[in-house]
């Protein structure tokens, strides 16, 4: 009998999206951890070790110290400082698993990106529209974050991790094939949007 034509599942993304994950929470971790010492530099008046006051309209100050800054009682930054390192591990497990891992680790994954870039665009929206202002080290956030959502979307839908059928791998294909393209049309989005609100050209 001839063997079955159908692939095995896949359990497990490529090493081009593994490696993005990797730079992605690696980039995140790094610039959370900035960040972070920026906000206290905020509250006690240290330097920071790396200046984020470029113009009126692009400073940290105004978002680290704004009750959008800290959501949960406490600076944003250590959310991405404890969450970033998970985008790293999975993208090491996703190398370095030769048979591939379980699907409900994928989706446990895969949920946390998708609240980590619902909060990035929570921030982006308050920051344009009620903060009036930009955050040079948490746009890097956005920028980072917003790949590791869609490149992770399309992946966990192409293969299967949410279930099958239904077209579900034939849309996670097309989301992970234009991926990029997604990700520039969502920095597009938040930029215009920046722009016709803060004029944020003028102000350079």
């Known amino acids: 009998m001839a063997a ?31 960040l972070y010492h920026e906000y206290i530099g905020q509250l006690t008046g240290a330097e920071a070790m790396i200046t984020c006051d470029i113009s009126p309209i692009v400073t940290c100050g105004p978002n680290l110290l704004s009750p959008g800054g800290n959501l949960l009682g406490f600076s944003n930054s250590i959310i991405g400082i404890v969450l970033f390192p998970g985008a790293v591990f999975a993208g090491v497990s996703a190398l370095a698993a030769r ?20 909060f990035v665009h929570v921030l982006a929206w308050r920051s344009v529209f009620e903060y009036g202002s930009l955050c040079p080290w948490c746009m890097v956030v956005w920028l980072v974050t917003i790949p590791l959502f869609w490149t992770t979307c399309g992946w966990t839908l192409r293969a299967g991790v949410w279930g099958r059928g239904a077209g579900v791998e034939r849309v ?33």
């Open 4 to 34: 079955s034509s159908v692939p095995a599942r896949e359990t497990r993304p490529g090493s081009a999206v593994a490696i993005l994950w990797i730079v992605t929470g690696a980039i995140g971790w790094v610039v959370s951890f900035l």
């Open 99 to 118: 048979s591939g891992l379980r699907p409900w680790y994928w989706r446990v994954f895969a949920l946390f990106v998708t609240g980590a870039v619902v």
């Open 172 to 204: 996670g294909a097309f989301v992970l094939s234009w991926s990029p393209l997604i990700v520039v049309l969502d920095y597009l989005l938040i930029a215009v949007a920046a722009q016709l609100r803060l004029d944020v050209l003028g102000t350079l």
